[in-house]
């Protein structure tokens, strides 16, 4: 069983910065790409960031310049710094892994159960 854990949100104030991290823990082969994804109420998940295991990194236009996803391989963990925060950053956040559980099986998609980031003053 493959299990993601989310850490890091909070309430920041517009212009600050947060970092999230989602360590994966559990019995597989290996991890592939990992990603965030966000939600606000009423509205569809979207992605935010996500990363290769050999470190390609894609972003919404809307988080370019200001998010930094990265991973630590060896941790099995992806983090994400969020800097120069909006009020319309405010969202639940979701890491998502592809791991494959055993080298003979297929990768399968892995949810955290999210952190919320609340950008106020």
């Known amino acids: 069983q493959v299990q993601l854990v989310e850490s890091g949100g909070g309430l920041v104030q517009p212009g600050g910065s947060l970092r999230l991290s989602c360590a994966a823990s559990g019995r597989f082969f290996s991890i592939n790409s990992m990603a965030w994804y966000r939600q606000v109420p009423g509205k569809q998940r979207e992605l935010v960031a996500d990363i290769t295991t050999s470190g390609t990194t894609n972003y919404a236009d809307s988080v370019q310049g200001r998010f930094t996803i990265s991973r630590d391989n060896a941790k099995n963990t992806v983090y994400l710094q969020m800097n120069s925060l909006k009020p319309e950053d405010t969202a639940v956040y979701y890491c998502?892994?592809?791991?494959?559980?055993?080298?003979?099986?297929?990768?399968?998609?892995?949810w955290g159960q999210g952190t919320q980031v609340t950008v106020s003053s």
């Open positions: 998502k892994a592809a791991v494959r559980p055993r080298q003979w099986l297929p990768r399968q998609e892995y």
